[in-house]
Structures are given as C-alpha cells and as structure tokens.
C-alpha cells in the first residue's frame, strides 16, 4: 500500500516536478498524467522501439502546434500520422495568423463577416482557403512537373523543403518532419483544404496521382521491421485508428498513452481504451499503457515540457 501525499507547490517548480507531485497524489487524472509521462519516456528511451506520434488536426489550430513540431525537431517520434487538417493549419498559419475567439461568439455574424469559428479559435477566410489556394497552387505546378505520382509522405516532405525559406516556415511541423527526415502519413488526404487544393489542381493535371498504396506499404515494412513499437496518440479518428491498426500486424504495440475527451460507452474509436485496443491485437497484452481523459491542449504542452526534462 503507497499512501497518497498532498500536492507541495514550491516557487522553483518545474513542469517535471509537478508530474512527480502528480504521481504521489494518487488520483485521479492527475496520476494518469505521471503515469503517462512515464510511459512516454520509456518509450523514448528504448532503442528497439519504433515510436509513433499520432494527433488530428485541430490542436494545430492552437498553440499546441509547437509542441508537435517540438517533438520532431528533436527526433522523439520516428512516424507521425495524422489528418487532412493537420496540412491545411500548419501550412496556413506558416503565412497568415490565426485569433483568439469565443466559444459563444454569434455563429451567423462570423458568417457574414467570413470568419470561420474553430472552438475559441478565428480563422478568417484569407487566412485559410484563400491563402492556401494563393500558395498551394503554385507548389503544386513545381512539384509535378518534377513527377506526377505522389505518396502522401513525400508530398509532404516537397512541402516541408519548400518552407526552409519562408519566415516562419521553422514554425511549421512538415518542415521538421522533412528536415529530420521522418515519415509523416495522411490517409485521408482529401478530406481538407490541402486534399482540396490537390482535387483543383487534378481538374487540368488528370495524370495527377496520389500514391496512397506506397504510403502503406512503407507502413507495412516499418511495423514486420520493429523489434518493438510505441505510441502517443492524441485523439481519435482516423489517425489514431491507422496507427493502432497498422501496429496489429506485429502483434501489438508494447507502449501506449492515449489522451482523449470521447467515452467509450457509444462504442466509437475515438473513446476506446486501451484495453480494448489489446482485445484487437493492436495493444500486447504485456504492454505499458493509460488512457488519460482530458483536453490535450491543457495535457500534452505538460506531459511533453516534463518529458524533454527527462530526455
């Protein structure tokens, strides 16, 4: 029996510090967030272990952005999959800014003043559709004239190169995932601004195509490869379920931390814990892992400033 301590806040404090005042307070969330960052070091710390970073697009909307691109800047994750939107905001926001909002904002006067309402975040049209086509189009044009068959990886990573130049391109998470040379999948493509922009510029370039089967193959070899795999996987969707199902094909993965706000008593993906996962065989029976429910805005930015205090 570990007897539960109280919380002692000290003014020197560091991110690090608190987790482990997390760990000893014994509940409830809080020590989920501990065992998280546990895990997650280990995790990176093991050298046989692929790690894989899996998150949607909407944090990218937000400052947590930068802790992504903190994690592939310092080659903490070796494959990221993510979604659509993740290119659209990252991109976006390498050219133009985003604003704070409200949650309560008045929905039909954004309309007629053309803001787009993402949560507490406004988007307004220039700075997201409209620079987006004024950018994309032309990258596009010069990365197909080079070949016309793309995977989703390495049309992020001509993105990610193209950024080296720009002002804030260093912001941007495809810069680093191109700079370090990791792998950073999209399965649903089009299912955002960037698949959009891809769909315009197909309507006079029908030789355009988007080598999705490449990307799993890659996914294929880098799974039958690992001695062992891991995974950070921020939300659900897509993304999350791509990771997991890909890791069921070596017989599960051997760390995992989910962070999330969905429950799990409608049954979707994006509530599953991990136990359920290890039902599946996407999660080893012996495996590490915590399914810690919360905002990953107010979460990851933690977990992840006491984890570089670790590594």
């Known amino acids: 029996m570990k007897a539960v301590k109280d919380i002692q806040l000290r003014k020197d404090m560091s991110s690090n510090d608190l987790i482990k005042e997390f760990y000893e307070s014994g509940g409830f969330s809080a020590k989920k967030v501990a065992v998280g960052v546990d895990i997650l070091e280990n995790m990176v710390k093991e050298k046989d272990c692929v790690k894989f970073l899996s998150f949607p697009a909407c944090i990218c909307a937000t400052g947590t952005r930068g802790v992504v691109k903190e994690l592939l800047k310092r080659n903490l994750f070796d494959v990221v999959i993510t979604t659509a939107g993740t290119l659209d905001h990252d991109l976006a926001r390498v050219w133009k800014d985003y604003y704070h909002g409200s949650f309560m904002a008045d929905d039909k006067e954004l309309h007629k003043k053309g803001v787009n309402r993402l949560g507490n975040i406004f988007i307004p049209l220039e700075c997201y559709g409209t620079i987006l086509e004024e950018k994309m189009q032309p990258i596009l044009q010069e990365i197909f004239t080079i070949k016309q068959k793309w995977s989703t990886k390495n049309l992020i990573w001509e993105f990610g190169k193209r950024l080296e130049k720009e002002k804030n391109g260093k912001d941007s998470i495809m810069y680093w995932a191109w700079k370090n040379q990791i ?98 065989g996407k999660i080893t029976e012996k495996a590490d892992t915590v399914t810690i429910e919360g905002d990953a805005t107010i979460l990851v930015p933690l977990m992840v400033s006491a984890l570089l205090d670790r590594v």
Not at 194 to 220: C, N, P, T
Not at 247 to 276: C, I, M
Request: no cysteine.
């Open 183 to 280: 792998p950073m999948y999209v399965p649903g493509i089009t299912d955002g601004a960037f698949g959009s922009q891809l769909w315009m510029y197909y309507q006079e370039h029908r030789d355009l195509i988007i080598d999705l089967f490449q990307d799993e193959q890659e996914l294929s070899d880098i799974v039958f490869d690992a001695k062992k795999t891991g995974a950070f996987i921020i939300g659900g969707g897509i993304s999350k379920h791509h990771t997991i199902w890909w890791n069921q094909f070596k017989g599960g993965l051997d760390h995992a931390v989910y962070v999330t706000t969905a429950v799990e008593y409608d049954g979707s993906l994006s509530g599953a814990q991990t136990r359920e996962g290890i039902s599946w």
